[in-house]
């Protein structure tokens, strides 16, 4: 596609409910990034994909976030047993690999609010 | 760990100002440095990549500079619109290239027509 896509763009749900953000990376890019952005901060890594696979997942939480990449392209950020401070945007970048500048691309984000 | 501030953190001016954006980083082993811009509510567009080889790049009214060596880069805005009013957010790429950004907290940016 002509961009990084994120869906839903909003997703409002209950204290304790399970969520699953979506991200389609541009076309080619083998790196995949996800970072979560609180109100009035820039946005933190949460976990970095490379392929089909986890580089790096040191910015997640805890055990109740998890991410998917299982066929190199679209991932998937799965968060059990939301909890009110998970109220966050998410965005997803991505990147080529392998080459520089490593010039990262975001998509619009997802605006979670847990209740 | 890499930190970033960014100062001033929010800016007010009248139109067909220049201004200047100032990013300071505490790790100096980058391979990169973005400016992104975020508009309210929406997604992180990259205005401009600064590799660690270079010293400046720029992009129509905007200008980027970077200095590796004392953890400084600033982002030059000539002939400010209302339509710049935005956060502006920079993020240095640590030495490995490929890898996650590190975020300051951004300049908000009004401009009054």
């Given at each position: 596609?002509?961009?990084?896509?994120?869906?839903?763009?909003?997703?409002?749900?209950?204290?304790?409910?399970y969520?699953?953000?979506?991200?389609?990376?541009?076309?080619?890019?083998?790196a995949?990034?996800?970072y979560?952005q609180?109100?009035g901060q820039?946005?933190?890594?949460?976990?970095y994909?490379?392929?089909?696979g986890?580089?790096?997942?040191?910015g997640?939480?805890?055990?109740r976030?998890?991410?998917v990449r299982p066929?190199?392209s679209v991932?998937?950020?799965?968060?059990?047993?939301?909890?009110?401070?998970d109220?966050?945007?998410?965005l997803?970048?991505?990147?080529?690999?392998?080459?520089g500048?490593y010039e990262?691309?975001?998509?619009?984000?997802?605006?979670?609010?847990?209740? | 760990k890499?930190?970033?501030?960014?100062?001033?953190?929010?800016l007010?001016?009248?139109?067909?100002e220049?201004?200047?954006?100032?990013?300071?980083?505490t790790?100096?082993a980058?391979?990169n440095?973005q400016?992104f811009?975020?508009?309210?509510?929406k997604?992180?567009?990259s205005?401009?990549l600064?590799q660690?080889?270079?010293?400046?790049?720029?992009?129509?009214?905007?200008?980027a500079?970077?200095?590796?060596?004392?953890g400084r880069?600033?982002?030059?805005?000539a002939?400010?619109?209302?339509?710049?009013?935005?956060t502006?957010?920079?993020?240095?790429?640590?030495?490995?290239?490929?890898t996650?950004l590190?975020?300051?907290?951004?300049?908000?940016?009004?401009?009054i027509?």
């Amino acid at each position: 596609g002509a961009g990084v896509s994120q869906t839903p763009s909003n997703k409002v749900t209950e204290k304790g409910k399970y969520v699953e953000l979506r991200c389609d990376p541009i076309s080619g890019h083998t790196a995949l990034y996800w970072y979560r952005q609180s109100l009035g901060q820039g946005p933190e890594f949460l976990i970095y994909f490379q392929g089909t696979g986890a580089a790096d997942d040191s910015g997640l939480p805890n055990d109740r976030f998890f991410a998917v990449r299982p066929e190199g392209s679209v991932s998937t950020l799965k968060i059990q047993r939301t909890e009110r401070g998970d109220s966050a945007v998410y965005l997803c970048a991505s990147s080529l690999l392998g080459q520089g500048p490593y010039e990262q691309f975001f998509g619009p984000g997802t605006r979670l609010t847990v209740l | 760990k890499q930190e970033v501030t960014q100062i001033p953190a929010a800016l007010s001016v009248p139109e067909g100002e220049n201004l200047v954006l100032n990013c300071s980083f505490t790790d100096s082993a980058i391979y990169n440095l973005q400016w992104f811009r975020q508009d309210p509510g929406k997604g992180l567009t990259s205005l401009l990549l600064i590799q660690s080889s270079q010293r400046e790049q720029t992009s129509g009214r905007l200008n980027a500079s970077l200095d590796k060596s004392s953890g400084r880069s600033t982002l030059y805005i000539a002939a400010s619109q209302p339509g710049d009013s935005a956060t502006y957010l920079c993020a240095p790429g640590p030495n490995s290239g490929n890898t996650p950004l590190v975020f300051g907290k951004g300049t908000r940016l009004s401009v009054i027509a």
